[in-house]
């Protein structure tokens, strides 16, 4: 799995703000740390997008939608007049312009951890990225507990497999506890 490129988002029970997951996708991407300043991250994001031989008008694009979910820049003025749909739509389509020049170099695995504890916005993306990567070299790989959003990921996906694990008896449970 040397050439893989594997990127890790979890969601939380505290809350975040939207777009959460890819978020914290591009944060593992790109090598962000949380001593960072706005400034050097949003220097890594161009950098990035740079390297990803986006031309000038789609990399400005591109970096303003992911400044907006990474908040590293307040929403500007163009962003606060678009109909939330419409911002959606343009946030989905530059998150997966970062996919797909990604996939153009190699397999991606995505991993996202406790998906029942995202909102809607963050499971939309996440779906819209398996949906729209059907075909190429891309796995996602969730964990999360039994709830129809989680579930609706896989439908339509040709090839998915679910492990459904059985609930841990007192004894494990006990066991597991004790060991915490």
Known sequence: LADVAVRRAACSSLGERAYGVPAALLRDAYGFSPQETMAEAQRKVDDALVAMGLDES????????????????PEDAQAQHLDPEQLKTQI???????L?????????????????????????????????????????????????????????????????????????????????
């Open 58 to 73: 789609s990399r400005a694009l591109v970096a303003r939608h992911l400044g907006y979910v990474l908040g590293l820049a």
């Open 92 to 98: 989905f389509t530059a998150v997966y312009a970062v």
């Open 100 to 180: 797909d020049r990604r996939l153009q170099m190699g397999p991606v695995l995505l991993q996202v951890e406790d998906l029942h504890w995202a909102d809607t916005a963050r499971a939309e993306v996440v779906g819209y990225l398996v949906h729209q990567a059907q075909g190429r070299p891309f796995m996602l790989l969730v964990t999360h507990r039994p709830t129809a959003e989680a579930e609706a990921l896989a439908r339509g996906v040709e090839a998915h497999t679910l492990i459904a694990l059985e609930p841990l008896s007192s004894q494990v449970s006990t066991a597991l506890l004790d060991g915490l």
